[in-house]
């Protein structure tokens, strides 16, 4: 079936830039998400790329697309304390059927001030 | 309400015991999601439910799992005779489904925080 694989922990420094990775492998994913989840709430969406894209940016968000590695990563540039939190990646395949997202594992962002 | 309301927030039951799990989701959205999220793990679908078809129940993990969903409203969750594995979070999210080129695609899903089931 279709899998989803994250590293399970990320360090960084306040104002340096995190890089999270994820690889999937279902080859005719459709979208790619990354979702944000902190301590004690729900997941909240922070974007998406179509599958025909290779990059998308919204402000300090970077996402990164490489279909052929079907390989996504999230960039967050000048990390913040309030950046830690899991973050999830996410697929769908709406042309096989597949109407729910697979998620990863999630990966723990923690910032040092 | 503005987002996805879950209810109760957190349940503790006895090993044996039925449990329900309700999800309000945003008005009009027509999609409606389950996913359990077990200590330190990824979310894991149960099921789904799109308008008036069938859903997809591929998810559930056992028949003591079940769903409903009263039009494209509320949606409860019942698990029957709880085992000391069903202790996870149960998220619902909500999305509407946007057409292209002649497809259904739900984009983006909105979560509810969860219902924390512990069984005891």
């Known amino acids: 079936g279709e899998d989803v694989e994250q590293s399970l922990f990320l360090s960084v420094r306040e104002g340096d830039s995190s890089v999270i990775n994820c690889t999937y492998t279902?080859?005719?994913?459709?979208?790619l998400y990354w979702y944000k989840q902190e301590p004690g709430a729900g997941l909240q969406l922070l974007t998406y790329?179509?599958?025909?894209?290779d990059m998308k940016q919204d402000q300090r968000l970077t996402v990164l697309l490489n279909k052929k590695d079907k390989h996504l990563s999230l960039r967050i540039a000048d990390t913040q304390t309030g950046d830690s939190a899991i973050y999830f990646c996410?697929?769908?395949?709406?042309?096989?059927?597949?109407?729910?997202?697979?998620f990863g594992s999630g990966t723990r962002l923690q910032v040092q001030p | 309400g503005a987002g996805v309301s879950q209810s109760p927030s957190n349940k503790v039951t006895e090993k044996g015991k039925d449990v329900e799990l309700r999800c309000d989701p945003i008005?009009?959205?027509?999609?409606l999601y389950w996913y359990r999220q077990r200590l330190g793990q990824g979310l894991e679908f149960l099921i789904y439910?799109?308008?008036?078809?069938?859903?997809?129940k591929s998810g559930l993990p056992s028949d003591r799992f079940s769903a409903e969903r009263t039009g494209e409203s509320v949606s409860t969750l019942t698990i029957q005779r709880t085992q000391q594995e069903d202790s996870a979070v149960y998220l619902c999210a909500s999305s509407v489904p946007k057409a292209s080129r002649g497809h259904r695609l739900n984009t983006e899903a909105f979560f509810g925080q969860g219902t924390r089931l512990t069984v005891v």
């Open positions: 439910f799109q308008g008036n078809s069938a859903p997809d």
């Open positions: 008005s009009g959205h027509t999609a």
């Open positions: 790329i179509f599958s025909n894209m």
């Open positions: 279902d080859s005719s994913s459709t979208y």
């Open positions: 996410a697929e769908s395949n709406f042309q096989t059927g597949r109407r729910a997202l697979t």
